[in-house]
């Protein structure tokens, strides 16, 4: 049995502070797990967004800047399955191919443990396997600090941090939630 980490979206952009990710390294290194899983969106790329393009919160944008803030970063739409846990920064189903929007209907669409980030906050849904199992989908995409300008002054209260699951084998684990102001409280 294994140990997984996940660090959910980061969306790092210029003018941020990000010394919680300090806190998240000191915490992997203390905690040793046998898989990292950045789960997609950790650069931002405020550039590229066509959001308030034309508007001047646009303005000064540019695209190196947002290279220079990022790291490497491998295609997120394959999906990779980790003793029998499916990542993706999300997962599709329908004619259109739509990201699914619920855990619930993860389980529902894949029939198997997911971890997928891409919505703030958290959300996490169990169901049974025919042999007794348990099937657990849990989306977590928010692993950062600042505030999302599109999301209103209402909607930037959301859980914010990484995921640890502990004992996984075969699609079963034991989740567990670690928040950023834990890990700054315990790891800076």
């Given at each position: 049995?294994t140990?997984h980490?996940?660090?959910?979206?980061?969306?790092?952009?210029?003018?941020?502070d990000?010394?919680?990710?300090k806190?998240?390294?000191n915490?992997?290194?203390?905690?040793r797990?046998?898989?990292?899983?950045n789960?997609?969106?950790?650069?931002?790329m405020p550039?590229?967004?066509?959001?308030d393009k034309?508007?001047?919160?646009?303005?000064?944008?540019?695209?190196?800047?947002?290279v220079?803030?990022?790291?490497?970063?491998?295609p997120?739409e394959?999906?990779?399955?980790?003793?029998?846990?499916?990542y993706?920064h999300?997962v599709?189903?329908?004619?259109?191919?739509r990201?699914v929007?619920?855990?619930?209907?993860?389980?529902?669409?894949?029939?198997?443990?997911?971890?997928?980030?891409?919505q703030q906050?958290?959300?996490v849904?169990?169901?049974?396997?025919?042999?007794?199992?348990?099937?657990?989908?849990i989306i977590?995409?928010s692993?950062?600090?600042?505030?999302e300008?599109?999301?209103?002054?209402?909607?930037?209260?959301y859980?914010?941090?990484i995921?640890?699951?502990?004992?996984?084998?075969?699609?079963?684990?034991?989740?567990?939630?670690v928040?950023?102001?834990?890990?700054?409280k315990?790891?800076?």
């Amino acid at each position: 049995m294994t140990c997984h980490l996940i660090i959910p979206d980061v969306q790092v952009k210029p003018g941020h502070d990000y010394s919680f990710l300090k806190a998240i390294g000191n915490y992997i290194v203390k905690k040793r797990p046998d898989v990292i899983i950045n789960i997609g969106d950790f650069a931002d790329m405020p550039s590229l967004s066509s959001y308030d393009k034309g508007k001047k919160s646009f303005e000064g944008r540019r695209y190196k800047h947002d290279v220079e803030a990022g790291w490497e970063v491998l295609p997120f739409e394959q999906p990779v399955i980790i003793d029998g846990v499916l990542y993706s920064h999300y997962v599709t189903a329908g004619a259109l191919n739509r990201p699914v929007g619920t855990a619930s209907a993860i389980i529902a669409k894949k029939h198997q443990s997911c971890i997928v980030g891409h919505q703030q906050g958290r959300q996490v849904a169990y169901a049974i396997r025919a042999d007794g199992k348990t099937l657990t989908a849990i989306i977590a995409g928010s692993c950062y600090e600042h505030d999302e300008g599109y999301m209103g002054p209402q909607g930037n209260n959301y859980w914010r941090g990484i995921v640890v699951l502990h004992e996984v084998n075969d699609g079963c684990f034991d989740e567990m939630f670690v928040s950023l102001d834990f890990l700054k409280k315990r790891y800076l």
